[in-house]
């Protein structure tokens, strides 16, 4: 009897080294979306990844402001994407009436050299009236 209790004694103390030893290191990062999130392998996009120690746990009332916090950033960047589509939306049918109205549009690209490469690009679009006035011009 003595044997086993020494043999399992054995084969747990082996066991509990074995899978403490081969732990991962955990990250703790900030994704595209400004969610927490927690990986072994940190991705292109994520910042402010640090080493995460297991004492870094928040507490449930943190977590339920990381939570809030994170719902409320996805909520602003819905919205900022819904205004941004509206205003192209309103765009789009702006220069539709100017060319039912027989103006001219057309896009023009506007290159931004700095340091001897292209550092932006912006593009516009331009209608102009039968004497060539600009009536319309937005940035797309």
């Excluded at 392998?41 to 870094?56: A, E, F, I, V």
Aim: overall charge positive; aromatic content about 10%; glycine content about 4%.
């Amino acid at each position: 009897m003595k044997r086993i209790f020494i043999a399992m004694f054995i084969f747990f103390s082996l066991f509990i080294f074995f899978t403490s030893t081969n732990a991962m290191e955990l990250y703790k990062c900030i994704d595209r979306d400004n969610n927490i999130v927690i990986t072994d392998s940190p991705q292109d996009g994520m910042k402010d990844c640090m080493l995460k120690d297991s004492s870094d746990d928040p507490s449930p009332k943190e977590r339920a402001q990381q939570q809030t916090k994170s719902y409320k950033n996805r909520q602003e960047s819905q919205r900022e994407k819904a205004e941004t589509e509206a205003q192209r939306l309103a765009g789009e049918q702006e220069e539709a009436a100017l060319i039912r109205e027989g103006n001219k549009c057309y896009t023009q690209v506007l290159n931004v050299i700095s340091g001897g490469s292209v550092s932006d690009v912006y593009y516009w679009r331009i209608c102009k009236d039968k004497h060539g006035k600009i009536v319309s011009k937005r940035r797309i």
